[in-house]
């Protein structure tokens, strides 16, 4: 009876620990204002499922309120700090749409494009929503120039950027694989052109120089591949280029 007294005490004593510890989370709120401060401050604390609750119910209930944006850009990054990525992009699109001259527009423009390339999958799949990012952040930078999140957005770009390039690189050695140059070469040539800023740029010359022995023109294929080891000097591509033209100079 005294044990079973203990352990019943000591489950009582528990449950008033965690009952303070929610109280502490969540305390009373008296007035929207406090409602609003306080899920900043939950938000701080990374309890981001309570700061949900507590904008949501700020958002239905004061629509006319002059801090409605920064309570939707809020939900938005909460949104983004779970990988809620579909429900973030609903509500920084919200906020775009609704409250064109917000001060909160800056940031939910760049959450945005955070909020789609979230969405996106790996380079062997499709990448719409990479372009879709992209295009996001282009457009942030364009409206929004010397916000603080500018030079993020330049390297989520260039980021996004890299994994569409991949994404082509991949498709062309597929074809090399298939022995076939046609399409393989069309692959290789578009991050040339439109990915040189990419690390993808020496996979792809390379490639193409592949191409190129593939399709019969060894002597070319081997001259391209001198020249990328006279462009570029002393970088890995350069040696890479090397490697492959003694292998082929070999065969």
């Not at 604390?45 to 700020?58: P, R, T």
Request: charged share 25%; proline share 4%.
């Amino acid at each position: 009876m005294r044990r079973f007294s203990l352990v019943w005490v000591a489950g009582a004593l528990l449950a008033l620990w965690l009952a303070g510890c929610g109280a502490s989370v969540l305390p009373a709120v008296h007035s929207e204002a406090e409602r609003l401060a306080l899920a900043r401050r939950l938000m701080q604390q990374h309890h981001y499922a309570n700061a949900v609750e507590l904008l949501k119910g700020y958002i239905d209930t004061n629509a006319g309120s002059a801090d409605i944006d920064t309570a939707i850009d809020l939900l938005g990054e909460c949104y983004l700090r779970t990988k809620d990525w579909a429900s973030a992009s609903t509500e920084f699109e919200r906020l775009l749409r609704d409250y064109p001259e917000s001060d909160s527009g800056g940031a939910a423009s760049f959450g945005l494009g955070e909020a789609l390339f979230g969405q996106a999958r790996g380079p062997d799949f499709d990448q719409d929503e990479t372009s879709k990012a992209v295009a996001q952040w282009q457009s942030y930078l364009e409206k929004y120039p010397g916000h603080w999140l500018n030079e993020e957005a330049r390297r989520r770009i260039a980021l996004a950027r890299s994994r569409l390039a991949t994404k082509l690189v991949n498709a062309a050695n597929l074809y090399l694989k298939l022995k076939l140059p046609g399409p393989a070469s069309v692959y290789f040539s578009k991050v040339i052109q439109e990915y040189s800023d990419t690390p993808l740029l020496g996979e792809a010359l390379i490639g193409l120089a592949r191409t190129k022995a593939m399709s019969g023109k060894r002597a070319e294929a081997i001259q391209s591949l001198k020249e990328l080891e006279a462009q570029f000097p002393g970088k890995p591509i350069a040696d890479r280029a090397a490697r492959e033209r003694a292998r082929l100079e070999r065969n």
